[in-house]
C-alpha cells in the first residue's frame, strides 16, 4: 500500500511548517472579504494560521496576515477570528 503525502503549510506567525488539517485557513475572496474557510476549498488567496491563541496575537502585532492577503483586515475580522481560535483551541 502506499503512504499518502501529507500537504504541509507554513504559518504566517510562526512560520513553522505544519499539515494542512492542523491549521486554520483565511481566505480574500474575488469580493475582498476576508473570511475563515474550515474547508479549505474556498476560491481566493489564502493564509494559514495555528489554531494558537499565541499565534494569532503574533499575527495580528505583526500584521502578517494583512501582507499575506495583501489587503488591509480590519478590527471586526480580527474580533471574529480571536472568538473561533479560542473556542478551538479550548475544544482541542
Do not use: W
Not at 19 to 45: N, Q, Y
Request: charged residues 35%; contains cysteine; glycine residues 6%.
Amino acid at each position: 500500500m502506499r503512504v499518502r503525502k501529507i500537504p504541509m503549510r507554513k504559518c504566517i506567525a510562526c512560520q513553522e511548517m505544519k499539515p494542512k488539517k492542523s491549521l486554520i485557513r483565511i481566505v480574500r475572496t474575488p469580493e475582498h472579504e476576508i473570511l475563515l474557510d474550515p474547508t479549505g476549498k474556498k476560491s481566493g488567496r489564502g493564509a494559514y494560521l495555528c489554531a494558537s491563541v499565541e499565534c494569532f496575537q503574533l499575527a495580528k502585532k505583526r500584521k502578517s496576515l494583512d501582507r499575506a492577503l495583501k489587503v488591509k483586515v480590519d478590527d471586526e475580522v480580527y474580533a471574529q477570528m480571536e472568538e473561533v481560535i479560542g473556542r478551538v483551541e479550548n475544544d482541542g
